[in-house]
């Protein structure tokens, strides 16, 4: 957050905005992260969900931030193995952590401390420039008087060549335009969500399972 913190202070209406930044981080060989930034000029009002969800502790935070995806476009094994719509709570299936400031919230989405999010995303690999996928951000509502339900960011990634990705140094403040190189990452991940947002948690055994069952249907199509 450094560098976001350097432009704000060359941005003088941005120093007053609350932002929060999704970090999505992808295992690898090479990691990865695509980092997204959600910026509102508007006081956040006392007492609602959101507001909640920024000064309420991290347990409460992983049982509320959500994530809605859709396959937009994607080759047809990629639709039937992990479906074209998705609704997951991230704080549920993978592993947050979350980085309060004075006018920003950071969430940290580590994808590789899920087995089975991870035999996704590797399985996923070979589509990579050939898929484009919507996602939202938001905080669930659990109870009638939450509702309605509130997106706090939206975006599209579409045909991502992984080569793109650039290494960013934090004491840089262009860091944060370089960072869309990252996005790389991404469009592996929002199909493993999908997926676990239909089904849930598995064992190490049911993932390998998983993984040999979409192999071989990925060999019929060879």
Not at 65 to 72: A, D, Y
Request: proline share 3%.
């Amino acid at each position: 957050m450094k560098a976001l913190r350097t432009t704000q202070a060359r941005q003088g209406h941005l120093s007053k905005a609350f932002i929060f930044a999704i970090n999505l981080q992808v295992p690898g060989r090479e990691q990865h992260s695509a980092v997204f930034y959600f910026v509102t000029e508007e006081p956040i009002p006392h007492g609602s969900l959101i507001y909640r969800f920024i000064h309420g502790d991290d347990a409460f935070r992983n049982s509320r931030f959500k994530l809605v995806n859709k396959i937009v476009r994607g080759p047809w094994i990629l639709r039937t193995t992990v479906g074209n719509h998705g609704t997951c709570l991230l704080g549920k299936a993978l592993t947050c952590n979350y980085v309060r400031g004075p006018n920003y919230l950071e969430i940290d989405v580590d994808i590789g401390s899920s087995a089975f999010a991870s035999a996704i995303l590797h399985l996923a690999l070979g589509y990579i420039t050939h898929v484009t996928v919507d996602m939202a951000f938001l905080v669930e509502s659990q109870a009638e008087e939450e509702l309605p339900e509130r997106v706090f960011g939206t975006t599209r990634i579409a045909q991502i060549e992984l080569s793109a990705a650039v290494f960013t140094d934090p004491d840089d403040s262009t860091a944060i335009h370089a960072m869309s190189g990252e996005l790389s990452s991404w469009r592996k991940f929002s199909r493993s969500l999908s997926f676990l947002g239909h089904h849930g948690k598995h064992s190490k055994i049911e993932t390998e399972k998983l993984e040999e069952k979409v192999e071989s249907r990925l060999e019929e199509f060879k």
